[in-house]
Protein backbone atom coordinates (compact mmCIF):
# COMPACT_ATOMS: atom_id res chain seq x y z
CA UNK A 1 0.00 0.00 0.00
CA UNK A 2 1.20 3.41 -0.61
CA UNK A 3 2.68 5.30 2.09
CA UNK A 4 0.68 7.43 4.11
CA UNK A 5 1.02 11.35 2.96
CA UNK A 6 2.41 12.74 5.95
CA UNK A 7 4.34 9.22 6.86
CA UNK A 8 7.84 10.82 4.42
CA UNK A 9 9.20 13.70 2.65
CA UNK A 10 8.05 14.03 -0.95
CA UNK A 11 10.77 12.07 -3.28
CA UNK A 12 11.72 14.20 -6.59
CA UNK A 13 13.04 12.33 -9.41
CA UNK A 14 15.29 14.57 -11.42
CA UNK A 15 16.26 13.31 -15.27
CA UNK A 16 18.75 15.29 -16.91
CA UNK A 17 20.20 16.73 -13.45
CA UNK A 18 23.53 17.40 -14.29
CA UNK A 19 22.34 19.72 -16.93
CA UNK A 20 21.83 23.95 -16.18
CA UNK A 21 18.07 23.36 -15.68
CA UNK A 22 18.65 20.09 -13.90
CA UNK A 23 21.10 21.62 -11.38
CA UNK A 24 19.18 24.42 -10.40
CA UNK A 25 15.99 22.42 -9.82
CA UNK A 26 18.25 20.26 -7.71
CA UNK A 27 20.07 23.05 -5.86
CA UNK A 28 16.36 25.23 -5.38
CA UNK A 29 14.99 21.63 -3.89
CA UNK A 30 17.93 20.93 -1.84
CA UNK A 31 18.27 24.49 -0.21
CA UNK A 32 14.32 24.86 0.19
CA UNK A 33 12.48 21.93 1.15
CA UNK A 34 12.99 18.62 2.68
CA UNK A 35 12.33 16.22 -0.33
CA UNK A 36 14.35 12.91 -1.03
CA UNK A 37 15.70 13.86 -4.32
CA UNK A 38 16.25 10.99 -7.10
CA UNK A 39 19.06 12.49 -9.55
CA UNK A 40 18.89 10.73 -13.16
CA UNK A 41 22.28 11.68 -14.86
CA UNK A 42 24.83 10.12 -17.18
CA UNK A 43 28.03 11.15 -15.25
CA UNK A 44 28.42 12.37 -11.65
CA UNK A 45 31.28 14.12 -12.45
CA UNK A 46 29.41 16.61 -13.75
CA UNK A 47 27.14 17.46 -10.19
CA UNK A 48 28.13 20.61 -9.39
CA UNK A 49 25.33 22.07 -7.26
CA UNK A 50 24.47 19.93 -4.93
CA UNK A 51 26.46 17.02 -2.64
CA UNK A 52 26.31 14.17 -3.97
CA UNK A 53 26.85 12.59 -0.72
CA UNK A 54 24.04 13.74 0.72
CA UNK A 55 21.46 11.45 2.68
CA UNK A 56 19.09 13.27 0.64
CA UNK A 57 20.10 12.27 -2.43
CA UNK A 58 20.20 9.51 -4.58
CA UNK A 59 22.40 9.65 -8.08
CA UNK A 60 20.76 7.06 -11.10
CA UNK A 61 23.66 7.13 -13.01
CA UNK A 62 22.26 5.75 -16.53
CA UNK A 63 21.58 6.65 -19.96
CA UNK A 64 17.76 7.75 -20.16
CA UNK A 65 17.59 4.90 -23.11
CA UNK A 66 18.09 2.13 -20.71
CA UNK A 67 16.20 2.31 -17.44
CA UNK A 68 15.80 -1.07 -16.18
CA UNK A 69 18.31 -0.76 -13.39
CA UNK A 70 16.77 2.19 -11.94
CA UNK A 71 13.17 1.17 -12.09
CA UNK A 72 13.06 -0.07 -8.58
CA UNK A 73 13.88 3.95 -7.60
CA UNK A 74 11.66 5.32 -10.36
CA UNK A 75 8.90 3.49 -8.66
CA UNK A 76 9.62 5.41 -5.95
CA UNK A 77 9.03 8.69 -6.88
CA UNK A 78 5.78 10.80 -6.00
CA UNK A 79 7.06 13.12 -8.14
CA UNK A 80 8.79 13.27 -11.86
CA UNK A 81 10.36 16.29 -13.41
CA UNK A 82 12.05 15.14 -16.74
CA UNK A 83 13.90 17.82 -18.05
CA UNK A 84 16.46 15.35 -19.92
CA UNK A 85 16.86 16.07 -23.76
CA UNK A 86 18.64 14.96 -26.97
CA UNK A 87 19.36 16.42 -30.24
CA UNK A 88 21.58 15.64 -33.12
CA UNK A 89 21.08 12.42 -34.27
CA UNK A 90 17.84 11.25 -35.34
CA UNK A 91 17.53 8.32 -34.21
CA UNK A 92 18.61 8.68 -30.29
CA UNK A 93 16.53 11.94 -30.30
CA UNK A 94 13.50 9.51 -30.86
CA UNK A 95 14.90 7.12 -28.39
CA UNK A 96 15.23 9.79 -25.86
CA UNK A 97 12.95 12.57 -26.21
CA UNK A 98 9.64 10.24 -27.64
CA UNK A 99 10.53 6.36 -26.56
CA UNK A 100 12.30 6.82 -23.37
CA UNK A 101 9.71 9.36 -22.14
CA UNK A 102 6.99 6.45 -21.96
CA UNK A 103 8.79 3.85 -20.51
CA UNK A 104 9.83 6.55 -17.82
CA UNK A 105 6.02 6.54 -17.28
CA UNK A 106 5.69 2.82 -17.24
CA UNK A 107 7.87 2.56 -14.55
CA UNK A 108 6.39 5.14 -12.17
CA UNK A 109 3.80 4.04 -9.51
CA UNK A 110 0.43 5.30 -10.13
CA UNK A 111 -0.69 5.01 -6.56
CA UNK A 112 1.92 6.82 -5.82
CA UNK A 113 2.78 9.67 -8.74
CA UNK A 114 1.44 12.67 -7.91
CA UNK A 115 2.93 15.25 -10.39
CA UNK A 116 5.34 14.80 -13.72
CA UNK A 117 6.81 18.27 -15.32
CA UNK A 118 7.71 17.21 -18.76
CA UNK A 119 10.09 19.67 -20.66
CA UNK A 120 9.42 20.50 -24.49
CA UNK A 121 10.65 23.71 -26.17
CA UNK A 122 8.21 26.44 -26.74
CA UNK A 123 9.29 26.49 -30.78
CA UNK A 124 6.90 23.48 -31.25
CA UNK A 125 4.02 25.80 -29.85
CA UNK A 126 2.26 28.93 -32.14
CA UNK A 127 0.87 32.36 -29.89
CA UNK A 128 -1.90 30.65 -28.44
CA UNK A 129 0.14 27.77 -27.51
CA UNK A 130 -1.37 24.99 -29.84
CA UNK A 131 0.77 22.67 -31.67
CA UNK A 132 3.12 24.00 -34.59
CA UNK A 133 1.85 21.79 -37.97
CA UNK A 134 5.48 22.83 -39.07
CA UNK A 135 6.69 21.63 -36.04
CA UNK A 136 5.71 17.92 -37.47
CA UNK A 137 6.51 18.53 -41.10
CA UNK A 138 9.24 21.08 -41.32
CA UNK A 139 11.33 20.43 -37.82
CA UNK A 140 14.62 19.28 -37.21
CA UNK A 141 14.93 15.54 -35.58
CA UNK A 142 14.52 17.90 -32.03
CA UNK A 143 11.61 19.54 -33.09
CA UNK A 144 9.78 16.76 -34.12
CA UNK A 145 10.58 14.20 -31.32
CA UNK A 146 9.02 16.96 -28.71
CA UNK A 147 6.35 17.51 -31.08
CA UNK A 148 5.85 13.96 -31.39
CA UNK A 149 5.76 13.35 -27.60
CA UNK A 150 3.64 16.32 -26.98
CA UNK A 151 0.81 14.49 -29.17
CA UNK A 152 1.46 11.06 -27.12
CA UNK A 153 1.23 13.12 -23.80
CA UNK A 154 -1.83 14.73 -24.62
CA UNK A 155 -3.65 10.78 -24.49
CA UNK A 156 -1.51 9.22 -22.17
CA UNK A 157 -3.42 7.63 -19.32
CA UNK A 158 -1.06 9.77 -16.64
CA UNK A 159 -2.44 13.21 -18.96
CA UNK A 160 -4.49 14.89 -15.88
CA UNK A 161 -1.09 14.60 -13.85
CA UNK A 162 1.09 15.58 -16.43
CA UNK A 163 2.50 19.42 -16.71
CA UNK A 164 4.31 20.36 -19.65
CA UNK A 165 6.67 23.12 -19.75
CA UNK A 166 8.04 24.95 -22.62
CA UNK A 167 11.00 26.91 -21.94
CA UNK A 168 11.89 29.67 -24.42
CA UNK A 169 15.56 30.89 -24.67
CA UNK A 170 17.47 29.56 -22.06
CA UNK A 171 19.88 31.81 -20.31
CA UNK A 172 22.17 30.19 -17.24
CA UNK A 173 25.55 29.73 -15.93
CA UNK A 174 28.85 32.23 -16.58
CA UNK A 175 29.78 33.10 -20.41
CA UNK A 176 33.82 32.59 -18.05
CA UNK A 177 32.31 29.02 -17.21
CA UNK A 178 32.65 29.60 -13.96
CA UNK A 179 30.28 29.06 -10.89
CA UNK A 180 28.62 26.08 -9.74
CA UNK A 181 25.92 25.74 -12.50
CA UNK A 182 26.57 24.83 -16.39
CA UNK A 183 26.36 27.53 -18.56
CA UNK A 184 23.65 27.35 -21.10
CA UNK A 185 24.13 27.30 -25.28
CA UNK A 186 23.03 30.62 -25.05
CA UNK A 187 25.05 32.13 -22.57
CA UNK A 188 27.51 30.64 -24.26
CA UNK A 189 26.67 32.54 -27.53
CA UNK A 190 26.25 35.89 -26.10
CA UNK A 191 29.49 35.63 -25.58
CA UNK A 192 30.14 34.81 -28.99
CA UNK A 193 27.94 37.88 -30.20
CA UNK A 194 29.85 40.47 -28.63
CA UNK A 195 33.03 39.40 -31.45
CA UNK A 196 30.41 40.29 -33.91
CA UNK A 197 28.62 43.34 -31.98
CA UNK A 198 30.04 45.68 -34.61
CA UNK A 199 28.55 44.41 -37.19
CA UNK A 200 25.13 43.93 -35.65
CA UNK A 201 24.58 47.04 -34.18
CA UNK A 202 24.37 48.25 -38.06
CA UNK A 203 21.64 45.81 -39.07
CA UNK A 204 18.17 45.78 -38.06
CA UNK A 205 15.54 42.89 -37.85
CA UNK A 206 11.81 42.15 -37.65
CA UNK A 207 11.82 39.65 -35.08
CA UNK A 208 10.99 38.73 -31.37
CA UNK A 209 11.20 36.60 -28.82
CA UNK A 210 10.75 35.58 -25.29
CA UNK A 211 13.90 34.43 -22.77
CA UNK A 212 14.24 32.81 -19.37
CA UNK A 213 17.04 32.63 -17.11
CA UNK A 214 17.62 28.83 -15.82
CA UNK A 215 16.99 30.04 -12.18
CA UNK A 216 13.52 31.17 -12.95
CA UNK A 217 12.62 28.06 -14.87
CA UNK A 218 13.81 26.32 -11.38
CA UNK A 219 11.49 28.68 -9.58
CA UNK A 220 8.30 27.87 -11.11
CA UNK A 221 8.87 24.22 -11.31
CA UNK A 222 9.74 23.85 -7.53
CA UNK A 223 6.44 25.94 -7.05
CA UNK A 224 4.76 23.41 -9.14
CA UNK A 225 6.45 20.28 -7.64
CA UNK A 226 5.86 21.47 -3.89
CA UNK A 227 2.05 22.75 -4.20
CA UNK A 228 -0.82 20.07 -4.50
CA UNK A 229 -1.72 18.93 -8.04
CA UNK A 230 -4.75 20.53 -9.17
CA UNK A 231 -6.61 19.91 -12.52
CA UNK A 232 -5.59 21.44 -15.59
CA UNK A 233 -6.77 25.30 -14.90
CA UNK A 234 -5.55 26.52 -18.28
CA UNK A 235 -8.72 27.61 -20.30
CA UNK A 236 -8.54 25.99 -23.90
CA UNK A 237 -6.07 22.92 -23.43
CA UNK A 238 -6.96 19.11 -22.47
CA UNK A 239 -5.75 17.45 -19.57
CA UNK A 240 -2.65 17.78 -19.56
CA UNK A 241 -1.29 21.63 -18.78
CA UNK A 242 0.82 23.81 -20.99
CA UNK A 243 2.93 26.49 -19.29
CA UNK A 244 5.72 28.52 -21.74
CA UNK A 245 7.82 29.72 -19.41
CA UNK A 246 9.56 32.95 -20.50
CA UNK A 247 9.64 37.03 -19.87
CA UNK A 248 7.48 39.32 -21.82
CA UNK A 249 8.38 39.55 -25.35
CA UNK A 250 11.46 41.36 -26.39
CA UNK A 251 12.39 42.16 -30.17
CA UNK A 252 15.48 41.20 -31.45
CA UNK A 253 16.36 45.55 -31.94
CA UNK A 254 15.94 46.36 -28.76
CA UNK A 255 18.20 43.23 -27.56
CA UNK A 256 21.00 44.66 -29.63
CA UNK A 257 20.04 47.78 -28.50
CA UNK A 258 20.77 46.55 -24.55
CA UNK A 259 23.69 44.95 -25.55
CA UNK A 260 25.24 47.47 -26.80
CA UNK A 261 24.58 49.33 -24.00
CA UNK A 262 25.67 46.70 -21.34
CA UNK A 263 29.26 46.87 -23.45
CA UNK A 264 29.03 50.94 -23.57
CA UNK A 265 29.21 50.53 -27.05
CA UNK A 266 27.50 53.13 -29.96
CA UNK A 267 24.74 52.05 -31.60
CA UNK A 268 23.43 54.55 -34.66
CA UNK A 269 20.51 55.25 -34.63
CA UNK A 270 19.36 53.65 -38.21
CA UNK A 271 20.93 50.88 -39.82
CA UNK A 272 20.73 48.07 -42.65
CA UNK A 273 16.94 46.58 -42.55
CA UNK A 274 17.61 42.45 -42.66
CA UNK A 275 14.18 41.66 -45.02
CA UNK A 276 13.39 38.26 -46.20
CA UNK A 277 14.44 38.69 -49.73
CA UNK A 278 18.06 40.44 -47.97
CA UNK A 279 18.46 37.30 -45.81
CA UNK A 280 17.77 34.83 -48.66
CA UNK A 281 20.18 36.91 -50.87
CA UNK A 282 23.08 36.47 -47.85
CA UNK A 283 22.34 33.06 -47.96
CA UNK A 284 23.29 32.25 -51.44
CA UNK A 285 25.74 34.67 -51.39
CA UNK A 286 27.65 33.03 -48.29
CA UNK A 287 26.70 29.13 -49.23
CA UNK A 288 25.10 29.16 -45.71
CA UNK A 289 23.50 25.69 -45.38
CA UNK A 290 20.31 25.97 -43.82
CA UNK A 291 17.09 23.28 -43.67
CA UNK A 292 13.61 23.55 -43.48
CA UNK A 293 13.25 24.59 -39.92
CA UNK A 294 15.65 27.28 -40.48
CA UNK A 295 13.43 28.90 -43.35
CA UNK A 296 10.10 28.69 -41.56
CA UNK A 297 11.68 30.50 -38.64
CA UNK A 298 12.67 32.73 -40.87
CA UNK A 299 9.29 33.57 -42.40
CA UNK A 300 7.85 33.22 -38.85
CA UNK A 301 10.35 35.64 -37.26
CA UNK A 302 8.09 36.33 -33.70
CA UNK A 303 8.18 33.02 -31.46
CA UNK A 304 5.53 35.17 -29.32
CA UNK A 305 3.13 32.95 -27.26
CA UNK A 306 0.11 34.44 -25.06
CA UNK A 307 0.40 33.74 -22.18
CA UNK A 308 3.90 32.85 -21.17
CA UNK A 309 4.44 32.09 -17.64
CA UNK A 310 7.23 33.68 -15.66
CA UNK A 311 7.56 33.47 -11.83
CA UNK A 312 5.24 36.40 -11.48
CA UNK A 313 2.39 34.76 -12.51
CA UNK A 314 2.61 32.46 -9.44
CA UNK A 315 3.44 35.18 -7.18
CA UNK A 316 6.93 34.10 -7.28
CA UNK A 317 9.70 36.57 -8.14
CA UNK A 318 12.41 35.86 -11.14
CA UNK A 319 15.62 35.92 -10.47
CA UNK A 320 16.79 37.91 -14.18
CA UNK A 321 13.57 39.55 -15.26
CA UNK A 322 15.18 41.43 -17.86
CA UNK A 323 18.88 41.20 -20.13
CA UNK A 324 20.83 43.75 -17.80
CA UNK A 325 20.08 41.24 -15.10
CA UNK A 326 20.62 38.49 -17.20
CA UNK A 327 24.55 39.74 -18.39
CA UNK A 328 25.02 40.79 -14.49
CA UNK A 329 24.19 37.06 -13.88
CA UNK A 330 26.26 36.05 -16.50
CA UNK A 331 29.16 37.72 -15.40
CA UNK A 332 29.20 39.79 -18.89
CA UNK A 333 31.90 41.91 -18.95
CA UNK A 334 31.49 45.36 -20.23
CA UNK A 335 34.65 45.79 -22.27
CA UNK A 336 36.70 43.23 -23.60
CA UNK A 337 35.98 39.79 -24.80
CA UNK A 338 34.39 37.24 -22.35
CA UNK A 339 36.96 34.64 -21.57
CA UNK A 340 36.32 31.01 -21.28
Known amino acids: MPPAATARPARILITGASGCVGQHIAAQLYQETD ?4 LLLRDPAKLTAVPADDPRITLLVADLRDLTAHAGAIATATRVIHTATAWGDPERAMAVNVVAVKQLLAFTTPEWLEQVIVFSTASVLDRQLQLLPEALSEGTEYIQTKALCLQQLETHPLAARIVAVFP ?6 RVDGQGPFPTS ?10 RWLWLAKWLRADASFHFIHAADIARVCVHLATQPHQPNPEPGQG ?5 VLGQPVIS ?6 QLCRWRRSWRPPLGLDLQGWLIEA ?5 RIEVNAWDRFSIRQRHFVHEPVSPPERFGLVSHAPNLAAVFETAGLPHRGLPKR
Open 185 to 194: YLTAGVGEAC
Open 252 to 257: VNDTVT
Open 282 to 286: LIKLL
Open 239 to 243: ALRRL
Open 168 to 173: TLVFGG
Open 35 to 38: AELL
